[in-house]
Structure formats: structure tokens, C-alpha cells
């Protein structure tokens, strides 16, 4: 929808497509998600007061805008996506107050994070990307994305049938991507890990490969693919490691 002239009587809204909201601050984005729909475009920098927990098939589109929490004491995550959401082009600005802040936490299957943004502020304190312990966390997509000054850039507690493809994380603390698999409940299972690269990866230079390598898997793993990423890592440390 473009290129329209269009003068309405009465301060009405000049064009209603349903379905797809047009929100430029918190109240339009939580009304677009309280209605359902199933576009969301972003059309400013939206400072959110609290977490936004995002819980089936929408698309919002950040069209190169950031969101971020502005009460960060008490947030520990800008997003929770879960149930088929997927974020696209969207700026974040993490929090970093806590031991598991990250700026987006995924909570259920089948969710998109691409070429979004994150942007740890320099504190190397926060994740990009993290999940729960959860049975539901499959069908994850992450792609295209730029990370930057992050404790790790993603850290996966519970993860199957996922790819994590063309994603640049510069700057990390611990691991670039962590996909933990500590627990037999929850393994890791028919992931594919390619195309990304990784610079500056194990600033801390942690003792323990698990939380100092470039990419980790651990032990609770099947079906793993873990190939053609570009990786350097700081302070010798490993590059990938596959328990």
C-alpha cells in the first residue's frame, strides 16, 4: 500500500487493512497483539516498560527499529516468543542485570528470529538469543542475525529440529552459540549449525572449553551438523566442541 493521496472527514484512519497493524509506540503493539494480528510493522524506536511475550503466528517486521525494555532493573528480557511468532529486522537493545537476562527468550516451538540486531552496550553482560528447559523448543529458525557484546550469543538450555544458519557474532564473553544439552530430558537433537561467523569469541578465557569454545554442543546430542562457519577465537581457545 502506496503512493495513495487520501483525505478523510472526521480524523478517520485513511486506509484499514485487517489484520496488519502500523504501531509506533507500546500501547499500538500491545493492542496489535491483544487484536490478533498478523502483521506487525514498526514505524519508530519503541522503549517498552516491560517484556512483551509474543504467543502465536504473527510476523512483525522492526524495519531497522529497535525495541527495548526501559525498566531494566526488574526485565530480564525484551521479547518471549513462542508458538509460531517470527521477529524480522528488529534492533535490541538487551538488558544485562541478571545472570540469564537476554534480549529475546524463545519459550515454545516453531518461532523465526532474522536479521535482527543485538546490541549488548559494550557491557558483555546479557544473551542474544536463549531458550527454557522446555520438550516444546523445536522448529526454531535463526538466521541472518548480527550479534555484538554479549556474555554468550545464544544459549540453548532445550533445542531439537532447529537451524542456526548466516549469523555474525562479534564480541562474547563464553561461547558464541551454547546449545548446553545437560540434561537427558531435554537433548539436543537434528540441529543444524551452519554458515556463521564468529570473531572475537571466549574474552573471559574461562577455563572450562564447555563455556569458553566458539560453538558447544553438549553430551545429550543426535543428528548435530556443525559446518562451513567461519571462527576465531581469542585466548587459544577451541573452536568447536561436540560432547
Known sequence: VENNTITMLNGKKDVLIEGRAEVTNEAELLAALEAGDV????????????????????????????LSVTETEHEDYVMVLSNGAKVDNVKFA??????????????????????????????????????????????????????????????????????ITGNT??????????????????????????????????????DDAAYSSGIRVGRNNSGITVENNTITMLNGKKDVLIE
Open 169 to 206: 557474532i562479534t564480541n562474547t564473553k563464553y561461547n558464541g552459540i551454547n546449545i548446553a544439552a545437560d540434561n537427558e530430558k531435554y537433548p539436543a537433537s537434528n540441529i543444524e549449525i551452519t554458515g556463521n561467523t564468529l570473531s572475537e569469541i571466549s574474552s573471559a578465557a574461562y
Open 39 to 66: 502483521t506487525i510493522n514498526l514505524n519508530g524506536d519503541i522503549d517498552l516498560s516491560k517484556a512483551v511475550a509474543v504467543d502465536y503466528a504473527v510476523t512483525i517486521n522492526g524495519n531497522g527499529h529497535q
Open 94 to 163: 538487551a538488558p544485562g542485570n541478571s545472570r540469564d537476562d537476554a534480549a529475546i527468550q524463545i519459550a515454545g516451538k516453531d518461532v523465526t528470529v532474522s536479521n535482527c540486531t543485538f546490541d549488548g552496550q559494550g557491557e558483555e553482560q546479557a544473551i542474544a538469543i536463549m531458550t527454557q528447559y522446555s520438550e516444546e523448543t523445536s522448529g526454531i529458525t535463526i538466521t541472518g542475525n548480527t550479534i555484538k557484546d554479549m556474555k554468550y550469543g545464544m544459549y540453548f538450555n532445550s533445542l531439537k529440529d532447529s537451524k
